[in-house]
């Protein structure tokens, strides 16, 4: 085949320019525009107990949202509003030094195991760690009888559990991680010579930071609040478990209609509804926000006055701080306290699964006084779980020993032998699965173990779908930008701020319609090769938010890359297939591995959608855990949560040398899951 | 057919209940499961086939066929129902399945979710629905009528709880348990003794306000109220329903700390000292609270007054059930009396079996607290099936206004 002929054959077969953002397109017109558009019609529609789609559209009415505007809605709604702001101030407040520290007071060694230490837990079930706050909340707990004994509190002891108070600690400590995240990101690429050049003038440190270092960190704290105010709208997980009658929130009183009350007109008008005020609570925020910087940065008197005070405070405060030389800087050591008061309030209830996981007792939350590994013998069987645990440390000791030795006595690259460890771990991962029946054979309590299985399986599926889907959409959107674009940057926009209670809902109402149509309703009826059609909703429901940050992802990573790698291989005659292959898909790789990761996190995690939408055969952990909520939690959920902890570290870890192998530092990595 | 039911324990056998047997058999229990787990672990290559669980077999004439099955069995059921070796080792160990098992808080979730599957595709084989929701289950598709030649251990069911209103020829569901409502206390937070749905009320919202729970499920939400004020429960009757509305959206609401349906484990954090609870759940909790170190003696609980719940569940195979042998043989084998008292040591409600009395003196003689698993006479007249009318509906409402309400 000769240039010319490809050059033909390309210019003949030109695709449009979204071309590659096309299985995007359907996906989110199938799975997101289409479901979300039937909520609405609900909302217009009557129950009908007698069907089994419980929703009679022949008359379409308001009367649904007549109903909803009635005043306990709105003290729900105000409530949940409330928790979630304050939550985000919160989050803010407490996340803001860590991110700063990380960012400007410490080595690249240290930021990078702060980052670890701040990311690591949110790896770790999100339910169970709700769950391991009942601990020391409870009334009747260590700690509780501790603060009754040194007479701080009443001999009631703490009276926490079931009030908004308990969700309100629950929901900041829950996405504390998604917003130090991003502000991390924000700061570290503040160029230090903005900063240096600000004290060089005289600025003291407090107008340096509102004046330089805040400002540039502007879109990152913007991302933060989004990534940590829009779930915690929609969070009803928190609520259910810690919140009791008082600490409801606006997704369970949604989520109730649907499942308990069997009244999806009335939960689609609360839905649409609470979306409609989550996206005018954001415009609002945004408005003070522009208002504020506008008026810090327009020369108005008030700003010019708080300006010209806080110069000379400073330069008072800088002649008195040269006058004295033995004054010590607190401001690090204050950073660092504040710090690892953070991380040991990350780390508490991780702490706490582990210990339980190995209470004598018959309940997870109450500490029998009796240690024992009970109920890990109750979950695992002990043989065969052994051998697996065996046959891993063998494989990986053996690679890391070999690594060694050859590391030494050979000139193998030190960066291709970084991939013995989790080389090993995969292919310890592979023979273990072989010998016990795809992990089944590990388990005695099927069910806890076959939900560790299905989490692995939904969030690997949804995942792989995420990938490349989100991947191919990015692709296209950094290269191919055009009209289409702005209409799908706003559906992608949209997915990520839609409250997942929502889609959950959409999704759940509509599979069955969607399991009528030939073909492609066949996987969510009858299922898919070994999957059945819980699984496929799985895929489906999870992929959707990961599929978007993914194309976030990709698209960033493409956007600071110019096109003339990919134009040069063209011109050298590659065809627009090969050019992608071996050029655009090297360059993103990084950005889709760190994608991907995200993803797994997400859905491995995933509780909402999984729960309305999963059935029998396909429960994952975080469904059967919630299932489990409803009576008394057995201590093998701890067990179970740790399993999985450890496992995910092992994935956490392979990805970490993976980028790092690629000459990422810790700054970058961190960049990249935050979706920058 | 409350005057069907029979008296169920001799009054000689309250007596033996103390403090002390309660403490022996609570830990006999603990250790009981361990051996237990041990004994299914080495078995499972060899099914037994007699049904171990309890001491010895009981005497008499008893069915105990046992249909061996295969693959996975998954169950929709309500939370801490079964014995965890009923639904897990030994199940594998005797028929040869394993077993998954889910939950739900309320009938109406379950039909939520079995409908969401289009009445084909759940994934669930058994599901546990109570009585009188069977009727529309049954009209919407939901569940599938049993293959009866696959039960033949149905002999063994007390006819008392057979053939009830909902299902006249055991069709589709066969009983599992039944089970009654009222509420425990503790003592040292409430000094005034409750003895009737009044007191409860009262305790609600007084003393125990912002202390007490309520049953997360609508019927059983709304009872108390009527059975307080010697209405009907099933009443279809406008303006009661709506003088319970008032009442509870509007005065019991703001007193309530949580819509619990299991309080146990959450009564030993100390989180309620006031909760309504089935009498199940409310014996397990005495468990839990030995567990967490309390003192279970401080807590008393109260069979609902003058009326309370009467509540039949009952094991149903789902329609479409991917192991619909299996359900069956599952459905047969726990019918077998030796599983059938193993598990009603575990949750606590009376399985509905013949001679349960002898039953109970032969298989569990250390069975504690059984006299809030078996009623006298007397009591089970004042107690009251649920019949699903048109007022379920409006019960939904009032919970789901309440919740709002108590939330705000």
């Known amino acids: ?676 | 057919m409350t005057q069907e039911l029979r008296i169920l324990a001799p009054d000689s056998f309250r007596e033996k209940l103390n403090r002390r047997a309660f403490i022996k058999a609570g830990t006999a229990t603990a250790g009981m499961a361990v051996v237990l787990m041990a004994c299914g672990g080495s078995d499972s290559s060899s099914p037994d086939t007699t049904a171990a669980g309890v001491a010895g077999e009981a005497s008499g004439d008893w069915s105990r066929v046992i249909n061996q099955a295969s693959g996975t069995l998954a169950m929709y059921t309500w939370g801490d129902y079964d014995d965890p070796e009923l639904v897990g080792a030994l199940a594998e160990s005797s028929l040869g399945v394993k077993m998954k098992v889910d939950y739900f808080p309320s009938n109406e979730d379950l039909i939520t979710k079995l409908s969401a599957g289009g009445g084909t595709s759940s994934g669930f084989d058994i599901v546990v629905p109570t009585g009188p929701y069977i009727v529309q289950m049954v009209e919407k598709g939901l569940i599938q009528k049993f293959d009866k030649t696959l039960l033949p251990n149905m002999v063994n069911v007390d006819p008392a709880f057979l053939g009830q209103a909902w299902d006249k020829d055991n069709e589709y569901s066969v009983c599992k348990n039944w089970g009654t409502t009222g509420f425990f206390y503790d003592t040292t937070k409430i000094t005034k003794e409750l003895n009737t749905w009044q007191d409860f009320l009262d305790a609600c919202m007084g003393e125990a306000s912002g202390q007490c729970a309520v049953i997360d499920a609508p019927p059983n939400f709304v009872g108390p109220y009527f059975w307080a004020n010697g209405i009907d429960w099933n009443t279809e009757d406008k303006a009661s329903i709506d003088a319970a509305e008032d009442f509870l959206v509007n005065k019991l609401a703001p007193h309530i700390k949580a819509f619990d349906s299991y309080p146990s484990s959450k009564l030993a954090e100390g989180a309620y000292s006031l909760a309504m609870a089935w009498n199940g759940d409310a014996r397990q909790a005495y468990s839990r609270i030995e567990d967490a170190g309390g003192t279970p003696e401080n807590w008393r609980w109260v069979l609902g007054a003058p009326d309370t719940e009467l509540f039949m569940d009952t094991f149903c195979v789902a329609a479409g059930a991917p192991n619909a042998e299996a359900a069956h043989a599952w459905i047969n084998w726990i019918l077998i009396p030796e599983n059938s008292i193993k598990d009603l040591e575990y949750h606590g409600y009376n399985t509905g079996l013949k001679n349960m009395e002898g039953l109970i003196s032969e298989l569990a003689p250390d069975l504690v607290k059984g006299d809030m698993i078996f009623f006298s006479d007397e009591q089970v007249k004042t107690m009251h099936t649920q019949v699903l009318n048109s007022s379920i509906d409006r019960f939904v409402d009032i919970l789901n206004k309440a919740k709002a309400k108590a939330g705000a």
Not at chain 1, 164 to 185: E, H, K, R, S, T
Not at chain 1, 309 to 322: I, T
């Open chain 1, 1 to 676: 085949m000769t240039a010319s002929v490809t050059f033909k054959q390309r210019r003949k077969l030109r695709a449009p320019k979204y071309a590659l953002a096309l299985p995007s397109m359907i996906w989110y017109t199938l799975f997101f525009v289409v479901p979300i558009a039937f909520i609405v019609v609900y909302s217009f529609g009557a129950k009908d107990g007698s069907k089994l789609l419980p929703v009679d559209l022949s008359n379409l009415s308001g009367a649904n949202y007549a109903n909803v505007f009635d005043e306990t809605f709105f003290k729900v709604f105000r409530s949940t509003l409330r928790i979630s702001t304050i939550a985000t101030i919160g989050c803010l407040l407490i996340g803001l030094p860590v991110a700063y520290l990380a960012a400007f007071k410490v080595s690249e060694k240290w930021k990078g195991f702060i980052l670890a230490l701040v990311v690591v837990p949110s790896f770790t079930s999100f339910l169970i760690r709700t769950v391991a706050w009942r601990i020391p909340l409870a009334p009747n707990g260590f700690f509780s009888k501790w603060l009754v004994d040194m007479s701080w509190i009443g001999p009631q002891g703490i009276q926490v559990l079931e009030t908004p108070m308990a969700v309100q600690i629950a929901i900041i400590y829950n996405y504390l991680g998604f917003m130090i995240l991003p502000l991390f990101v924000a700061l570290d690429r503040i160029d230090v010579r903005m900063r240096e050049a600000s004290k060089d003038l005289g600025a003291g440190r407090l107008s340096t930071f509102f004046g330089i270092t805040l400002p540039l960190a502007g879109p990152g704290i913007i991302a933060g609040v989004l990534l940590t105010f829009i779930p915690m709208c929609g969070d009803f997980v928190t609520a259910t478990i810690l919140g009791g009658a008082k600490g409801n929130m606006i997704g369970s009183m949604i989520a109730s209609q649907f499942s308990g009350a069997q009244n999806w007109p009335l939960g689609s008008a609360m839905a649409v509804l609470m979306i409609g005020a989550v996206l005018s609570s954001m415009v609002v925020g945004a408005a003070i926000v522009w208002l504020v910087s506008w008026i810090v940065a327009h020369p108005t008197p008030l700003s010019i006055s708080l300006k010209r005070r806080m110069f000379e405070q400073s330069l008072v405060r800088s002649r008195a701080g040269k006058g004295s030389l033995l004054k010590v800087d607190i401001l690090p050591y204050a950073l660092w306290t504040w710090t690892a008061l953070v991380i040991l309030f990350l780390f508490i209830p991780i702490m706490l699964v582990v210990l339980h996981s190995f209470n004598g007792g018959s309940s997870f939350t109450i500490w029998s006084g009796e240690p024992g590994v009970k109920w890990w013998g109750e979950l695992f069987d002990g043989t065969a779980a052994w051998a697996v645990v065996v046959r891993f440390a063998v494989i990986v000791a053996i690679a890391l020993v070999g690594r060694e030795v050859l590391s030494r006595k050979t000139l193998i690259s030190k960066r291709s032998l970084n991939w013995a460890g989790p080389g090993a771990f995969f292919l310890a991962f592979i023979v273990n699965g072989a010998l016990t029946d795809s992990y089944r054979g590990i388990f005695d309590f099927a069910g806890v173990g076959d939900a560790i299985r299905n989490s692995f399986i939904a969030a690997f599926g949804a995942t792989v779908i995420a990938v490349v889907i989100g991947g191919f959409a990015g692709v296209s959107l950094a290269r191919r930008p055009g009209i289409w674009t702005k209409f799908f940057m706003a559906t992608v926009f949209l997915i990520l701020v839609t409250p997942e209670i929502m889609d959950a809902i959409a999704l759940a109402t509509w599979f069955p319609r969607i399991a009528e149509f030939p073909i492609i309703g066949y996987p969510f009826k009858n299922g898919w090769g070994p999957f059945n059609g819980g699984m496929n909703k799985l895929w489906v429901g999870q992929s959707l938010y990961a599929s978007a940050v993914v194309t976030l992802i990709v698209r960033a990573r493409l956007a600071g890359l110019d096109e003339s790698l990919e134009e040069a291989a063209a011109d050298l005659g590659a065809t627009p297939a090969r050019a992608f292959r071996q050029i655009t898909l090297p360059l993103i790789s990084s950005a889709l591995v760190a994608g991907g990761l995200l993803s797994f996190a997400l859905c491995l995690d995933n509780a909402v959608i999984s729960t309305l939408v999963s059935e029998a055969g396909s429960t994952t952990f975080p469904v059967a855990l919630i299932g489990a909520t409803r009576s008394t939690i057995k201590p093998f959920w701890g067990v179970g949560a740790v399993l999985l902890f450890t496992v995910t570290l092992g994935a956490l870890w392979f990805v970490t040398v993976v980028l790092r192998r690629s000459g990422s530092s810790s700054s970058e990595i961190a960049a990249t899951l935050a979706g920058n």
